[in-house]
C-alpha cells in the first residue's frame, strides 16, 4: 500500500497536479510552515477560489508558480533519498 507521501509523488510524477497539490498541501511534516501556507492556499485557488485571493490582494499565479516549485523540490529530494536506498 503506498504513503501519502507516495501518492502525491506518483500523482506528480504523472502529471495530475491537482490531486498531488491537494496531498501535499496537508503534509505536516518535512515542509517549511510558510511552503505549507503557500500549498494550502495554492490548492484553494484549484478548488475555485481564487477571484476570491485575487480581490484580497493575491497574486495566484505567482502562488500556483511557487507551490509547483515547492512540490518539484520535494519531489527532486524524495527520489534522490529513494534512489540512494535501493
Given at each position: 500500500?503506498?504513503?501519502k507521501t507516495e501518492k502525491a509523488v506518483n500523482f506528480w510524477i504523472e502529471g495530475r497536479k491537482k490531486e498531488s497539490l491537494k496531498l501535499f498541501s496537508k503534509f505536516k511534516i518535512g515542509i517549511s510552515k510558510f511552503d505549507k501556507?503557500?500549498?494550502e492556499v495554492a490548492n484553494e485557488i484549484n478548488t475555485g477560489k481564487d477571484l476570491f485571493y485575487t480581490q484580497i490582494g493575491y497574486d495566484v499565479d505567482k502562488i500556483?508558480?511557487?507551490a509547483?516549485?515547492?512540490i518539484e523540490e520535494y519531489v527532486a529530494?524524495?527520489?534522490s533519498v529513494k534512489?540512494?536506498?535501493c
Open positions: 500500500m503506498d504513503t501556507q503557500t500549498l500556483m508558480r511557487d509547483y516549485f515547492i529530494k524524495y527520489k534512489l540512494n536506498k
